[in-house]
């Protein structure tokens, strides 16, 4: 795997995780009631491209967005609820001391505990409520883009293209500049120097002339000429216009399941026949010509 690929599995990771373990630790220190299947499935709902080009999306992830705010503040006073239950009952025994030192005199100080579980209760019920609204909402996302599923992959194929074809003639376009900048500090050195035996000298056409610190940057230790350089670009142009891990291409067919070993079958399969009958084959091929 690149290091671009584990980069991106790092954030994605990270994002995950993130929003995963803020749920969970405000669902565990609220006392609230744990559905953590409902919580897996919401980190995958909430995820949107980086560059989301789709309004109709990004109207999803705002409203999204809009009510986890509001869960998570109502989390903040559930927390902080709960800690007043439990200094509850000391604080209300402290009240009722107080008031027999003063002789009972007044009413008699009212419990703030069943008040406090009441507001706990209310708070229950409606941070529950918000994360109901909010599975409500990413499951019409997930129906929505289920139905748009084609058009959405045709807009967004047609945009790759389109980026992949700017990032080459970007690239022709820097090999243009860097050769025309070669040519003219060429001819600057010429003009200092003519018609001195030095301004005829050719200086050698590396990448980065060859000095070690960019090229340790790179993660290069040997000089490379620029033609490389450009020609790494341009690969890197169709690697990043195709780029996806083994899972997504088998899952999209654009590859072979990476869980399955390159010649798995089924051997009572018709596939699977044909594979040995090739694979005898190929073995006395070998047979009839040794190395």
Request: hydrophobic residues 35%.
């Amino acid at each position: 795997m690149t290091g671009r690929e584990n980069n991106l599995d790092d954030r994605v990771q990270a994002v995950e995780g993130r929003l995963r373990e803020n749920q969970v630790e405000t669902i565990d220190r609220a006392g609230l009631p744990a559905d953590l299947v409902s919580v897996e499935t919401n980190v995958w709902r909430r995820l949107s491209p980086t560059r989301n080009r789709w309004p109709e999306i990004a109207a999803f992830d705002e409203q999204v967005a809009e009510l986890e705010q509001r869960q998570a503040a109502k989390g903040a006073e559930l927390v902080a609820l709960r800690d007043r239950e439990l200094a509850a009952p000391a604080a209300d025994a402290d009240r009722l001391a107080s008031w027999q030192l003063d002789g009972e005199q007044g009413p008699r100080p009212e419990p703030e505990l069943p008040r406090i579980r009441e507001q706990i209760e209310r708070h229950r019920e409606e941070w529950e409520a918000l994360s109901r609204a909010t599975e409500r909402v990413l499951a019409d996302k997930a129906e929505y883009i289920a139905k748009h599923r084609p058009p959405l992959v045709k807009d967004a194929d047609s945009h790759a293209d389109e980026a992949h074809r700017r990032y080459r003639d970007l690239i022709d376009q820097a090999a243009e500049a860097r050769a025309e900048l070669f040519a003219m500090r060429r001819a600057a050195v010429w003009a200092r120097l003519y018609p001195g035996e030095q301004a005829g000298r050719e200086t050698p056409d590396t990448f980065c002339g060859g000095r070690a610190k960019p090229l340790r940057a790179m993660g290069l230790e040997a000089t490379v000429a620029p033609h490389r350089v450009l020609a790494a670009m341009r690969a890197d142009a169709d690697w990043l216009r195709e780029a996806a891990t083994p899972e997504q291409k088998a899952l999209i067919g654009e590859g072979r399941d990476p869980r399955q070993p390159p010649a798995t079958v089924w051997d009572r399969t018709d596939e699977g026949q044909q594979w040995q009958r090739d694979e005898r084959q190929r073995a006395l091929h070998r047979l009839r010509n040794p190395t």
